[in-house]
C-alpha cells in the first residue's frame, strides 16, 4: 500500500506523533491506520522502559481554583530537561492532567491518578502520559498532588510555573478582601518558604534539633548558665518568626506581621477573624 502524504497527516493528527515516526509507522504496519497508532504506542512504552530510571528535575507546577473558590488543586509533573518542560504537548500533559484531577477529585483518583482521562475518554491517564513520553523522548511524570477544600481556597504561580502554593484561609468568606488577603499570603509563601502556619505546628523534633544548635553556639561564648539560656530563647524566637507564616514580617507592608495584617483585613470586614488553616507549596525539582 502507498502511504500518501494524506495519510501520514491523518495518523499525525490522530495522534501528534513527528512526521518521521508516522510515516514508520505506517511503513511498518503497510497502512493500515490503527496498528500503526498501536505502532506509535508501543514505541512510547519502549522510550517510557528506557527512560525509566532517568531523573526528572524539571517541569512545571499548575493550579486549579473552583468558581466558588472554596475547593482547589495544587499538581506538579516532571520532565527531564528545561527545553521539554517549554514544549506543547508537556505543556497540555500539565494542563490536562490538571483538569482530569481536579475534575474528579482526589478522592476518587487516589495517588496514582490512573483513571480514565476525562479529555481522552479512550485512554487511561498512564496511556496518555505514556504517549507524551513518546512525543518528547523524555521521561515525564505526575509527581504529586494536593487537592483543598475549605472556606477559601487561593492559588499562586511563580517563576514560569517553577514555583507554586495553595493556601486555605478561614473566617472571611470570600469576599474580595479575603480572597486578595488569601493571594497576598500565597505570594509571601512563595516568596518566604516558611515551614508551618504557626509555630504549634513546628514539630518537637526540629525544635529540640536547633535549640541543641543554639546551646551549643552560646555555650562557646563562655556565658554563664543563666544567660545562655536567655540567648537561646532569643534564638528559637528568631526561628519561629523566620519559619512560622503568621509570624513572618508581612513582604507587602515590612511594618506588620502576617498576624496583624489578618487583623487588620478582619477588621475591614466587620472584625472578623481570619485564619490561615494550611497551605502546600511546591517547587520543581526541590
Known amino acids: 500500500m502507498e502511504i500518501t502524504a494524506e495519510l501520514v497527516k491523518t495518523l499525525r493528527n490522530k495522534t501528534d506523533a513527528g512526521m518521521m515516526d508516522c510515516k514508520k509507522a505506517l511503513k511498518e504496519t503497510g497502512g493500515d491506520l490503527e496498528a500503526a497508532v498501536a505502532y506509535l504506542r508501543q514505541k512510547g512504552l519502549a522510550v517510557a522502559s528506557k527512560r525509566a530510571d532517568r531523573a526528572t528535575s524539571e517541569g512545571a507546577v499548575w493550579a486549579s481554583i473552583a468558581p466558588d473558590q472554596k475547593s482547589g488543586l495544587l499538581l506538579e509533573v516532571n520532565c527531564e530537561t528545561d527545553f521539554v518542560a517549554k514544549t506543547p504537548a508537556f505543556v497540555e500533559l500539565g494542563v490536562r492532567l490538571t483538569e482530569h484531577v481536579a475534575a474528579c477529585g482526589q478522592k476518587d483518583c487516589g495517588g496514582e491518578v490512573v483513571q480514565h482521562c476525562r479529555h481522552l475518554p479512550e485512554q487511561t491517564v498512564t496511556d496518555y502520559v505514556t504517549d507524551v513520553i513518546a512525543k518528547t523522548g523524555e521521561k515525564c511524570q505526575l509527581r504529586h498532588f494536593t487537592c483543598y477544600s475549605g472556606d477559601l481556597v487561593a492559588a499562586y504561580i511563580h517563576h514560569g510555573g517553577k514555583i507554586g502554593v495553595m493556601l486555605e484561609l478561614s473566617g472571611g468568606g470570600t469576599a474580595p478582601e479575603a480572597v486578595a488577603a488569601a493571594k497576598d499570603l500565597a505570594m509571601q509563601v512563595a516568596a518566604t518558604i516558611p515551614a508551618a502556619v504557626g509555630r504549634e505546628e513546628i514539630s518537637p523534633e526540629l525544635i529540640a534539633k536547633e535549640k541543641a544548635i543554639y546551646e551549643a553556639a552560646a555555650k562557646d561564648s563562655g556565658k554563664p548558665a543563666q544567660i545562655i539560656e536567655k540567648m ?16 513572618q514580617t508581612f513582604v507587602k507592608n515590612p511594618d506588620i506581621t502576617v498576624s496583624q495584617f489578618l487583623k487588620e483585613v478582619g477588621g475591614k470586614l466587620g472584625g472578623k477573624d481570619l485564619k490561615v488553616k494550611r497551605f502546600t507549596r511546591y517547587q520543581v525539582g526541590a
Not at 232 to 247: A, D, T
Request: overall charge neutral.
Open 232 to 247: 537561646v530563647i532569643g534564638r528559637l524566637e528568631k526561628f519561629y518568626k523566620e519559619v512560622c507564616l503568621v509570624e
